[in-house]
């Protein structure tokens, strides 16, 4: 009977053994443990999964700050291209364009006695600040089929000049907007753009300006692209192309080498008459820069382009005239 029991509990703790066995086997079956490939932990870097910040971009400053800080004299100077095609003084009336004394404030295409385009006709409503910052910004988008031809003035502080110079032309100058706390907001902060400045020490910053070079060398790294957008006020006088000939001033189509005063017929002055010679680089660039200080009594009323880079880009988009471009001067 001992013999008996003795059996039993060995094939019941060798079940067991057995049980457990099969247990472990199981749950490594179902639940297989990750072996990593390198010991240890892989620790968090902290910045390489976090996006690079945008460089942000400077906030726009609204009008109405522009204007609190704008410069009419320098509005003045930059207007002087206008006089091509305006009158600034009262009772001058119109010229190619309507006249800009009392322009602020007055109804749009009202000016008595100018024909206005069908596009700017659709404006409606007065020449505010803000719809004369518009037009100067870019007339064919804000009317397009507007016979204006001043391709427009992309830069804001330049644009709040002309419109304080805009505000002196009258009897009763309409006040400025005022600038709103949160509009202030953003002119206040546009100094620290300044920090630049540390930059100076590359070379880049101590390269001769251009505006010192002479002419060939000007014309040498001039911009013909930049010239059309600059010449673009003297398509409102001048035809460019091909065999289109004078309007009210002589066809520019290979101007430059041809003798001065010789476009077939148009009527120019004695006092361009007078002036001898080819139009050479170098006699263009005297006129470009001050057409009265080279023929005192010309009928052209361009005040003249004062900066030297312009000129040469202008000079240079007036060497594609041509079918046979005159070589810049080495």
């Not at 457990?20 to 079956?29: E, I, K, R, Y």
């Not at 100076?200 to 101590?206: G, K, V």
Request: hydrophobic share 45%.
């Amino acid at each position: 009977m001992e013999s008996v029991n003795v059996n039993r509990v060995s094939l019941a703790a060798l079940g067991s053994v057995l049980f457990a066995m099969l247990l472990v086997a199981f749950s490594n079956l179902v639940i297989s443990p990750r072996i990593p490939a390198v010991p240890g932990f892989a620790l968090p870097t902290g910045g390489a999964t976090a996006p690079a910040a945008a460089p942000k971009e400077a906030p726009e400053v609204p009008l109405p700050a522009l204007l609190a800080k704008a410069d009419p004299k320098k509005g003045e100077q930059i207007a002087k291209v206008c006089e091509t095609c305006h009158n600034f003084k009262e009772g001058a009336g119109a010229k190619i364009g309507p006249d800009l004394w009392n322009v602020v404030g007055r109804p749009v295409g009202s000016f008595p006695g100018f024909a206005y385009s069908d596009a700017l006709k659709k404006i409606g409503g007065d020449w505010t600040f803000e719809k004369l910052n518009d037009w100067i910004k870019a007339p064919s988008a804000m009317a397009p089929g507007t016979k204006m031809a001043f391709a427009g003035e992309k830069d804001a502080e330049k644009r709040a000049d002309v419109l304080a110079y805009l505000q002196t032309l009258s009897d009763k100058p309409v006040p400025f907007p005022k600038p709103s706390a949160a509009q202030a907001a953003p002119a206040a902060a546009t100094p620290t753009a300044t920090a630049a400045p540390a930059a100076a020490a590359t070379p880049a910053a101590t390269a001769p300006q251009p505006e010192g070079e002479s002419l060939p060398a000007l014309l040498a790294h001039a911009d013909a692209a930049k010239g059309k957008h600059d010449a673009a006020i003297c398509a409102a006088c001048h035809n460019f192309e091909m065999g289109q000939g004078p309007k009210i001033g002589p066809d520019l189509w290979g101007v430059v080498g041809r003798k001065i005063a010789s476009n077939p017929g148009f009527s120019y002055s004695d006092a361009l008459k007078g002036v001898s010679g080819d139009w050479t680089y170098e006699e263009l660039n005297k006129w470009i820069t001050d057409p009265k200080a080279m023929a005192s009594g010309t009928k052209m009323i361009f005040p003249g382009e004062k900066s030297p880079k312009r000129r040469a880009d202008i000079l240079a988009f007036l060497q594609t005239l041509s079918d046979k471009p005159v070589p810049f001067p080495k």
